[in-house]
């Protein structure tokens, strides 16, 4: 079956814009995760949501970063007046309640603001 | 805080040569351990984990990380390194009782001719 799908692959923006990036789980899975990787380091970890309602949003680093998944499905991450240290690759992942420790990734967001 | 340390960002060998790729955390109970493989412009993929039972673990791709408690480490090896084994790795760690992992920055597998 297909693994997590993200959507865009890249996206370039420029400083101050508003950007939407899309997460596609793997089907049946209901636990869903948002990492940020930045360049030479490893992924941090900044929402995770059990079906339709974030669980823990603490890593979140303000209040420009904004997640839904209203049907408990996709998920997309928003991210108001960006700021160029908010480049980074954006990881999604997917997992069944109860199996967190098996998550599945998907290819990543490359998100470049100039 | 749990942390993870992998200790050099790079590391290179020869193809055949024996694959050692360190990882220490610093965790105050046995944690649940992970290897991640990344290829560029993928995802990470679960090479293998430790969450109970026989300390040495066996993965995908002829990897295998073993658990010591005593030394907080879970380091990956491979006993014959092919150019396909060229890919970022990273450890993570997860508190029992959680669900986000903790990783390290990674390591930079170089396979050489």
């Known amino acids: 079956g297909a693994g997590v799908s993200q959507t865009p692959s890249n996206k370039v923006t420029e400083k101050g814009k508003y950007v939407e990036l899309r997460c596609d789980p793997i089907s049946g899975h209901t636990a869903l995760y948002w990492y940020r990787q930045s360049l030479g380091?490893?992924?941090?970890?900044?929402?995770?949501?059990?079906?339709?309602g974030a669980a823990d949003d603490s890593g979140?680093?303000?209040?420009?970063?904004?997640?839904?998944?209203?049907?408990?499905?996709?998920?997309t991450l928003k991210i108001q007046r960006t700021e160029r240290g908010d480049s980074a690759v954006y990881l999604c992942a997917s997992s069944f309640i109860g199996r967190e420790h098996e998550q599945f990734f998907g290819p990543g967001t490359r998100l470049t603001v100039l | 805080a749990q942390s993870v340390t992998q200790l050099g960002s790079h590391v290179s060998v020869s193809e055949g040569a024996l694959v050692l790729l360190r990882c220490n955390?610093?965790?105050?109970?046995?944690?649940?351990?992970?290897?991640?493989?990344?290829?560029?412009?993928?995802?990470?993929?679960?090479?293998?984990?430790?969450?109970?039972?026989a300390t040495l673990v066996k993965g995908i791709n002829g990897f295998e990380a073993e658990f010591k408690k005593s030394e907080t480490s879970f380091h990956l090896t491979k006993p014959s390194a092919h150019m396909s084994d060229a890919a970022e790795y990273f450890c993570a760690v997860t508190s029992r009782g959680s669900y986000i992992p903790t990783f390290g920055r990674g390591t930079s597998l170089i396979v050489h001719p």
């Open chain 1, 41 to 52: 380091q490893g992924p941090e970890f900044l929402i995770y949501f059990q079906g339709t």
């Open chain 1, 60 to 75: 979140l680093p303000n209040d420009r970063f904004f997640a839904v998944r209203p049907e408990g499905s996709v998920s």
């Open chain 2, 25 to 53: 955390y610093s965790s105050s109970v046995p944690p649940y351990l992970f290897w991640y493989v990344q290829y560029p412009n993928q995802g990470l993929q679960l090479l293998l984990k430790y969450t109970t039972g």
